[in-house]
């Protein structure tokens, strides 16, 4: 079966830790367009922390945290927003231990601190030139997909527990913690997605390094993990290339046959 849509993590797949462009990645995209296929980002990050890629790269379809929202080519497709009950008691909560949290909206990220030192090094981490909006009420106002938790490794135990079953946890950094709907995943964005443009899974292609890329690596017909990929996302993959700092993506896409060229030495 040929492929039509090819899904892309961003940071540790589509980019570097220096937040540099995997080499060549640029050229396969491109190439991939040309053949006809779909590309699309999949990955944890909001909307607003994505768009400066996406623009770049020319996305105009992505599933973001972690598989909440999935937006293709600017229509909504899926769209599970964090219950504001659940918000309320979740911030009330971190409030109590000294925590704070930022809440992803639609079009903005919102913190509950202004100027938080950890906040502003997790977006320094994320390669962004802006922090949050300082909002603490804006998760009233706004649907939510996604929180993240500033605490460190350990601090966020009584939060597995208290919401068990109800929101899930993925730590991408030292400093915070994912946290979005139970039963989400980047698969179940990229299925809406898939639904939506009348194509099968199997018709799909993904590449991913991360703990978040498990399901959707397992879920299309050809999951490919980075060599720079946890063991996790390896195991859930059909294949594995070389890692984001030698073109993994671009390795990949010749190997397979998706488009010509030689791989990157």
């Given amino acids: 079966m040929s492929i039509r849509f090819a899904f892309f993590d961003i940071d540790g797949t589509l ?3 220096r937040r540099e462009l995997s080499p060549r990645v640029e050229e396969a995209l491109e190439a991939l367009r040309r ?6 980002m999949a990955t944890g990050r909001a909307p607003d922390q994505l768009r400066p890629i996406a623009d770049r790269l020319g996305f105009d379809s992505y599933v973001c945290c972690n598989g909440a ?9 899926r769209a599970v927003a964090v219950p504001r009950d659940v918000i309320a008691s979740f911030v009330h909560l971190a409030d109590s231990k000294g925590y704070p949290v930022v809440v992803a909206g639609e079009t903005a990220c919102y913190a509950n601190r202004r100027e938080h030192p950890e906040i502003r090094e997790a977006y320094r981490f994320l390669g962004l030139p802006t922090e949050p909006v300082f909002d603490p009420d804006a998760w009233k106002r706004e649907d939510v997909y996604q929180l993240y938790l ?14 068990r079953g ?4 993925i730590r991408p950094h030292r400093f915070y913690l994912d946290v979005f709907p139970a039963g989400v995943s980047k698969a179940t964005g990229i299925d809406a997605i898939l639904r939506h443009a009348g194509c099968s899974k199997e018709a799909a292609v993904a590449f991913g390094d991360s703990e978040n890329d498990v399901e959707m690596l397992a879920y299309v017909g050809m999951g490919v993990a980075m060599g720079n990929a946890a063991e996790a996302a390896k195991r859930a ?20 046959g998706l488009i010509e060229g030689q791989p990157v030495p």
């Fill in 15 to 17: 980019i570097d830790d």
């Fill in 35 to 40: 053949r006809g296929v779909e590309t699309v």
């Fill in 69 to 77: 929202l999935a937006v293709y080519r600017g229509d909504k497709v």
């Fill in 150 to 163: 500033f605490c460190k490794p350990g601090q966020e135990d009584p939060f597995l527990e208290t919401y």
């Fill in 166 to 169: 109800e929101l899930r946890f």
């Fill in 237 to 256: 993959a059909k294949r594995i290339t070389a890692s984001v700092d030698e073109g993994g993506i671009y390795a990949a896409l010749v190997d397979l």
